[in-house]
């Protein structure tokens, strides 16, 4: 799961440089980046019930190979798509910066990593043991995916109408503010129990 993940920021990067020698403009990469993969890490936790068979666990049957396999399969919706589109984020951010700035590019270079480190340390902490005890796994992925989408939606001002928020941008950040609602998450399961075998659920932390 590390190596996909790892991976997907990797090709994130690739795919930003490749495109901007083609002549994308960072912003509206920028807003792709931030819009689709937050609804992929929206969509994660209905791809991996699915996937999963209602959260069954993955039979190892062929060996290490074929577990190996349908671990990859399982993480390529779920955790691959999601990585690369956020592992665009940050070049695209230095291109834009670099684009603008006013400062040496050592400073703003400097300035844009410091912030992206202290982010992912303070995001793991409370992804890890903030946001689970309080909301659950799943809404915690769908807060997560919201958030990504409202910045898409933030980062799409100025696109249309120069230091304002166009409705197109409006109807985004509306739509990810209200996606937990819409998404219903209390019907989505949160582990597997067999009745018939006689399973009952006596407690469940996350």
């Known amino acids: 799961v590390l190596a996909v993940f790892l991976f997907g920021l990797s090709a994130g990067t690739i795919v930003v440089r490749t495109l ?25 936790p209905y791809l991996f019930y699915r996937l999963t068979n209602g959260l069954s666990y993955l039979k190892g049957d062929g060996g290490w190979s074929s577990y190996s396999a349908q671990i990859i399969w399982l993480c390529a919706p779920t955790v691959l798509l999601p990585a690369l589109l956020g592992g665009m984020v940050l070049p695209l951010l230095m291109e834009l910066a670099g684009r603008r700035r006013v400062e040496s590019s050592g400073r703003v270079l400097g300035s844009l990593l410091a912030i992206n480190t202290a982010g992912s340390i303070a995001g793991s902490m409370v992804a890890a043991f903030v946001l689970p005890p309080l909301l659950g796994l799943w809404s915690s992925m769908v807060l997560c995916g919201a958030a ?24 985004l950040c509306a739509m990810a503010i209200l ?3 819409w998404l219903n998450l209390s019907r989505l399961p949160r582990t597997r129990i067999s009745a018939n075998s006689g399973e009952r659920l006596i407690s469940l932390a996350e």
Request: net charge positive; aromatic share 12%.
């Open 20 to 44: 901007l020698s083609r002549g994308w403009a960072p912003n509206k990469l920028l807003a792709f980046a931030w819009l689709i993969g937050g609804a992929a890490v929206m969509a994660s």
């Open 179 to 181: 996606a937990p609602v």
């Open 148 to 171: 990504m989408c409202f910045a898409g939606g933030w980062s799409l001002r100025g696109l249309v109408q120069p230091r304002r928020l166009s409705a197109t941008s409006w109807v």
